[in-house]
């Protein structure tokens, strides 16, 4: 095998000055705005001031389903040279523990993307009983399997087994995920050569780049701090010449999912005896409460109750107004609203969460009226007073029932949490789901919601078949706000659910110069990311990059 890797690179080498010949052909027929590596793109993002809203008031959609289809295409000619260079196609070994519906979606979406580049993919099932050396032994097998080049471990895992320990047994060289220590670690270094960086940072920066977007001497805010994405990103937005990324410990953002008079509280008393960022003045404020200890763990771990009163998470919406490109990556729908955004700014939103349509959503508070209780800087809309979600906006969704009220100064909503059925089943992905009962699993709901919601994305029927999740179906007539990219509304057992991001894509819209919407953003691009990884893996092991 090793004698045969000189001959293998010449033959490489012809192939790629062949496949550049097709590529320039090819690329006439990708209307996707897609650019390959070292063209000039284009797509008009590229002309975006980053100062100035898009003409006609609407941002430029950055369509992460037809850009991560076109980077699929190109992957193609290199599965086929790969192919015939090793004698068999590259293969993606994939290790998926328990049944929950949407890691078996997503699994199944990598199952289905590598087979339609024609690679081949080893999963090996895993049930939630299992344990931290029998998990670990599966992973060694299949990173041992000659016929694999690239290895994944979908997540989340049970609870009780360790993400941690389980990453030091894959290899390396076969981490398509880029989770390994030695992965992430020449990643976050400067200098010490990366290798394989995680997909779903890598789909962000590809979208970027594919659509125009220069990070050099941007400022960017990363929202999330995830070891998955908040952070991998931040380092690679800091690798491609950002002016400056600030990354939002997860206690700036969580404590916005909480019951808002609470957060009210914090502030106001916060406010008293920090200063502020430049930014209109707070509401008069009741005597501080007694300073916080400090809570958490170095990863962030949540905080405690207090956490929020010295942590200036009120400051959270001046900070992504700061932004020239603003990540959301926190798991929670529509968090970022119209007036947390910069007039112009390219907005990346990696959420993806699955909410009803009933009235029972979290109840909403806009910035104009939580962060500084002075009403609305940019003409956006407050919340509706039931808690419904965004409000003026509304084009046909039923969702969208508020009204538009000039003035904010008050919290808006209710100040109750809805609670019921809301169950968060990833760090970045969350089911806000109404009382259906017994009989009905928030995971069946998942499962339904994202399977009809892939159908839908798709421009079709639900693919909620087989799954045992009633009746799946979905698809209907929805709509993506103004995007027109992908269809997001479904119905289950008569409730109708649709898939958000972090971001309120209708109100953002209007304030920034460009947008991935949720579904058919960053998701799309995840997958195409770890196609792309696999067949560096592929080449690694080929001798046809050097390690
Ligand atoms: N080992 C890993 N686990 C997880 C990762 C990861 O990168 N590696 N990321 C997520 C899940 N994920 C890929 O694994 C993923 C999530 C969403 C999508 C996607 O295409 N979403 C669609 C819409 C939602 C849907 O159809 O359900 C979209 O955004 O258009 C792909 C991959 C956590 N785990």
């Given at each position: 095998m090793r004698r045969a890797v000189p001959v293998c690179r010449l033959l490489y080498q012809l192939a790629q000055q062949k496949e550049q010949a097709c590529r320039q052909i090819s690329n006439a027929f990708f209307a996707s705005g897609a650019v390959p590596a070292g063209q000039p793109a284009l797509n008009p993002v590229a002309n975006l001031s980053f100062t100035k809203p898009s003409v006609g008031g609407r941002a430029v959609i950055l369509d992460g389903r037809a850009v991560a289809a076109a980077w699929e295409r190109e992957l193609v000619g290199d599965v086929a040279r790969l192919t015939e260079l090793l004698g068999r196609p590259p293969g993606l070994g994939v290790v998926l523990v328990g049944s929950r519906p949407d890691s078996m979606l997503y699994v199944t979406k990598k199952q289905e993307a590598c087979q339609k580049a024609g690679m081949n993919t080893y999963v090996h099932h895993l049930p939630d009983t299992v344990s931290q050396s029998q998990l670990e032994a599966a992973l060694a097998h299949v990173c041992a399997d000659g016929r694999v080049d690239g290895v994944l471990i979908q997540l989340p895992l049970p609870r009780h087994l360790s993400e941690e320990a389980v990453m030091e047994v894959l290899d390396p060289r076969k981490d398509v995920d880029g989770f390994h220590p030695l992965n992430m670690g020449r990643m976050l270094m400067r200098g010490r050569g990366v290798r394989l960086v995680p997909a779903t940072p890598l789909g962000c920066i590809e979208l970027l780049r594919r659509s125009g977007v220069d990070v050099q001497g941007k400022n960017c805010v990363v929202l999330g701090d995830s070891n998955i994405v908040g952070t991998p990103l931040a380092a690679m937005l800091r690798d491609k010449g950002a002016a400056a990324v600030t990354i939002c410990h997860r206690r700036s953002y969580r404590e916005w999912f909480e019951d808002q008079q609470e957060v009210q509280r914090k502030r106001a008393a916060a406010a008293v005896c920090l200063p502020r960022l430049p930014g209109p003045t707070p509401a008069p404020a009741p005597p501080p409460p007694p300073p916080a200890s400090p809570s958490g763990g170095p990863d962030g771990g949540g905080g405690g109750p207090d956490g929020g009163d010295s942590f200036q998470s009120y400051q959270l919406p001046d900070l992504t107004r700061s932004a020239d490109i603003l990540v959301v990556a926190?798991?929670?729908?529509?968090?970022?609203?119209?007036?947390w955004v910069r007039p112009g700014a390219v907005v990346i939103d990696v959420g993806i969460n699955v909410v009803s349509t009933l009235p029972r959503s979290p109840p909403r508070v806009s910035s104009s009226g939580s962060s500084n209780g002075s009403g609305s800087s940019n003409g956006n809309c407050s919340s509706s007073s039931d808690g419904g979600g965004s409000s003026?906006?509304?084009?046909?969704?039923?969702?969208?029932t508020g009204e538009c009220r000039g003035?904010?100064?008050?919290?808006?909503?209710?100040?109750?949490?809805?609670?019921?059925?809301s169950t968060t089943i990833s760090s970045s992905t969350a089911v806000v789901s109404p009382d259906l009962g017994d009989a009905e699993s928030s995971a069946s709901i998942v499962a339904a919601a994202t399977a009809a919601a892939a159908g839908a994305g798709n421009g079709g029927a639900a693919t909620g078949d087989g799954d045992g999740c009633g009746d799946g179906s979905g698809g209907g007539g929805g709509s993506s706000g103004s995007s027109g990219v992908a269809a997001s509304l479904y119905s289950h057992r008569n409730v109708v659910f649709q898939v958000v991001g972090d971001v309120a894509f209708d109100e953002v819209s209007r304030v920034a110069g460009a947008i991935t919407p949720v579904p058919g953003g960053i998701g799309p691009m995840t997958i195409a990311a770890v196609l792309h990884n696999t067949l560096k893996a592929a080449k690694y092991r080929a001798g046809l990059e050097p390690w």
């Open positions: 926190v798991g929670h729908p529509e968090l970022v609203r119209g007036d003026c906006n509304s084009e046909g969704q039923g969702r969208q003035s904010g100064g008050g919290g808006g909503g209710d100040g109750s949490s809805s609670g019921s059925g």
